[in-house]
């Protein structure tokens, strides 16, 4: 460097000055707005009760595809309530799940961090919003009052891979991190922006947990923006083929009920198969979770001739949103 220049002429100097004002920003986001599940929710008002006008637990048509179902639209009131309660209990016990094993990942990338590293202090904050986020998502479980499992058995077993995979190989770990994050988030903002009415504490809970999840998001996309196109060629081309397929795994896990749901309700195998893998509408519905992903797989050069066939042969290719978390438009061309 000569002396005329400063540090910020050199490119890379730069580029990590432009990344650590990014998280310093997300950061100080955590610090201004942040929420505490037992002070932002009011759990103990009786309208929150899981009671109280349960029919605000019939799933939403506009959001959720066994809603709209033609089975379930035959169910009586009752039988509504009941298989809407389990469902919505079960989707906040695999999103306290898919937190603590998020948590115990990030913990070990943490560890070993050098001093100064900004990722240390934004990757803190965001463990301790997941906290109380497994918090909340327990206590909206306990107040329904349905034992349900979350996860599957198989699936459970990626709490045992995940800790080696965040410390040996963490572009991949922040992969997995967005397979689990962003079809929840989709999902919830589907149900927050259909204009249907939803029980007072599945709203209360999803609105905690999109505001802050819109960081926890963007701070995976900003990670792998800043570190894929650090590593070699060989070493980008297996994170593109890896990145639709942890995707597509992670994703089924998140999206698809376990067995026990299907077994406690006696749901027909033909209508669990046109719910969530046979059907276009849920082919559709799935592949849309990962829009926002693909948008990243091009920003990085993770999208290529051979990771784009993989995307397209496990269902989950299609177009790249424009901007991060843009409503999915019906007929949007592929």
């Given at each position: 460097m000569s002396p005329t220049t400063t540090p910020l002429d050199d490119p890379v100097v730069a580029e990590a000055q432009e990344y650590a004002d990014k998280l310093l920003l997300l950061s100080e986001g955590s610090v201004n707005k942040h929420f505490d599940p037992f002070e932002d929710i009011d759990w103990e008002n009786p309208d929150f009760d899981a009671d109280a006008r349960p029919e605000r637990w019939i799933l939403p048509e506009s959001a959720d595809p066994l809603g709209r179902h033609d089975w379930y639209q035959s169910l009586t009131v009752d039988?509504?309530?009941?298989?809407?309660?389990?469902?919505?209990?079960?989707?906040?016990?695999?999103?306290?799940?898919?937190?603590?094993?998020?948590?115990?990942?990030m913990v070990n990338h943490t560890f070993a961090l050098p001093n100064g590293d900004p990722e240390f202090r934004y990757c803190t904050h965001e463990m301790s919003e997941e906290l109380n986020h497994t918090l909340m998502f327990q206590e909206m479980v306990n107040r329904i009052g349905v034992d349900v499992p979350g996860m599957g058995p198989l699936v459970r077993q990626f709490r045992q891979i995940v800790v080696p995979l965040a410390i040996a190989f963490p572009n991949l770990f922040f992969m997995a991190v967005l397979g689990g994050e962003e079809p929840i988030d989709h999902i919830q903002k589907q149900i927050l922006?259909?204009?249907?009415?939803?029980?007072?504490?599945?709203?209360?809970?999803?609105?905690?947990?999109?505001?802050?999840?819109?960081r926890h998001i963007s701070f995976a996309h900003e990670f792998l923006k800043r570190h894929?196109?650090?590593?070699?060629?060989?070493?980008?081309?297996?994170?593109?083929?890896?990145?639709?397929?942890?995707?597509?795994i992670l994703g089924r896990s998140i999206a698809t009920p376990p067995k026990k749901f299907f077994d406690e309700f006696d749901i027909p195998e033909q209508v669990r198969k046109e719910l969530f893998y046979g059907s276009k509408e849920a082919k559709q519905v799935f592949a849309d979770y990962f829009i926002d992903v693909r948008a990243l797989a091009h920003d990085i050069g993770l999208m290529n001739p051979i990771s784009k066939r993989v995307w397209k042969l496990l269902g989950i290719g299609g177009p790249a949103s424009r901007y991060r978390s843009e409503p999915i438009r019906s007929g949007k061309a592929a």
């Open positions: 039988q509504q309530i009941a298989v809407g309660k389990y469902r919505q209990a079960n989707i906040a016990k695999v999103g306290l799940q898919f937190e603590s094993i998020l948590i115990a990942g922006r259909s204009g249907e009415e939803v029980h007072p504490i599945m709203r209360g809970v999803m609105s905690i947990h999109v505001a802050e999840e819109a894929v196109p650090e590593g070699n060629a060989a070493n980008r081309f297996v994170l593109s083929i890896a990145m639709p397929i942890v995707m597509f």
